[in-house]
């Protein structure tokens, strides 16, 4: 990719994001208020997911601009780890809330997946900061990454385990976009690992050092856009069919 390019592309995809963060926000407190009380906390929870992340682009895309010059090294990466381990524990107790599973299950479910989502993320994070100071990628990086890929497994296990178990209680039209919410998950958390991991294997694979980082931004945005706008569209559906009693 030519330098000015892959510049402007991340420019752009941040750009977009911090729309759709503000935008969604706005939806959300608007639409929360014509659910029933019980079915709205899963919605508030979106929207404080939506805030979070628009705060946080408003700092990543300005720390892009800060990259203009060249140096890639000097883009601060923290300010998405610190959203993601605000919004991702969020992001699960508004799966396990919308649902009403019981309340006992309730409650342990998300203490548990908020424990490996932060797990998870910290562990990610160390692997990170690693490439950040030492400029080339070392295996230490690949070896977080496999760390923080067991949290990420055992979540899957859950939501594809102990919640689906549980959900076949509900109704046929809530068991149905469950099962479009799981694969939303699916496909954007995926993202993630990929994404990390580009920078590492972007030389085996024909692209530049510079080229994987750029991917790795163009991967994070577009995969936080689909799990946190996208993903809090298919909870607030799921609240209003509760609302209906369905
Ligand atoms: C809104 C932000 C979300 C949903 C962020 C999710 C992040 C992940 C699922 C990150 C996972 C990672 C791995 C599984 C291994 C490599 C390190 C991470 C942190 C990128």
Do not use: C
Not at 163 to 172: L, R
Not at 194 to 213: E, R
């Amino acid at each position: 990719m030519e330098p000015l390019q892959a510049y402007q592309l991340v420019y752009n995809l941040m750009s977009l994001s911090i729309a759709a963060m503000g935008s969604s926000f706005f939806f959300f407190v608007s639409a929360r208020g014509a659910l029933k009380p019980e079915n709205r906390m899963a919605v508030t929870l979106s929207a404080t997911v939506v805030l979070i992340a628009l705060y946080h682009y408003v700092r990543i895309f300005d720390s892009w601009v800060s990259t203009a010059g060249g140096s890639l090294g000097t883009f601060n990466e923290a300010y998405r780890y610190v959203d993601w381990v605000l919004t991702v524990p969020l992001l699960v107790a508004e799966l396990v809330l919308v649902l009403r599973l019981d309340s006992k299950l309730e409650s342990k479910l998300i203490q548990r997946n908020v424990v490996y989502a932060f797990l998870m993320i910290v562990t990610g994070y160390i692997g990170e900061m690693d490439a950040q100071t030492t400029v080339v990628l070392t295996s230490a990086r690949t070896i977080w990454g496999l760390i923080s890929s067991v949290f990420f497994v055992l979540i899957l296990r859950d939501l594809f385990g102990g919640i689906a178990v549980s959900i076949k209680k509900q109704s046929k039209e809530i068991q149905g976009i469950f099962r479009i919410l799981r694969v939303v998950l699916l496909a954007t958390w995926g993202v993630y690992p990929i994404a990390y991991l580009l920078p590492t294997i972007s030389t085996s694979i024909g692209l530049t050092a510079a080229d994987g980082m750029v991917l790795k931004q163009v991967g994070y945005t577009i995969a936080d856009i689909l799990a946190k706008p996208g993903y809090g569209l298919l909870i607030w559906k799921i609240a209003t069919l509760k609302d209906k009693g369905r």
